[in-house]
């Protein structure tokens, strides 16, 4: 996985306590699945400054899987 670049996005009061959204672009190689952790900085006190339940995570984990088309992922019987 190759970041490409980024982007921040002023987007004052979109969520009470934030001022920004940052965009990452990533190019992916290969067959596989990719993890990208997406955590907020500055991490808030609670979860509720950025629109989270009560003792939520702030921190995420992104699973991509790449190079597998959708047909292939089949849905359990």
């Known amino acids: 996985m190759e970041q490409l670049?980024?982007?921040t996005l002023r987007s004052p009061n979109r969520i009470s306590?934030?001022?920004r959204v940052d965009v990452f672009e990533?190019?992916?190689h290969g067959v596989g699945v990719a993890a990208i952790c997406l955590?907020?900085?500055p991490a808030p006190r609670d979860p509720r400054e950025i629109g989270l339940p009560p003792r939520s995570p702030v921190d995420y984990v992104l699973t991509l899987l790449v190079g597998v088309p959708q047909a292939e992922l089949g849905l359990a019987p």
């Open 5 to 7: 670049g980024r982007q």
């Open 26 to 28: 990533y190019q992916v």
């Open 39 to 41: 955590r907020p900085d």
């Open 17 to 19: 306590g934030t001022s």
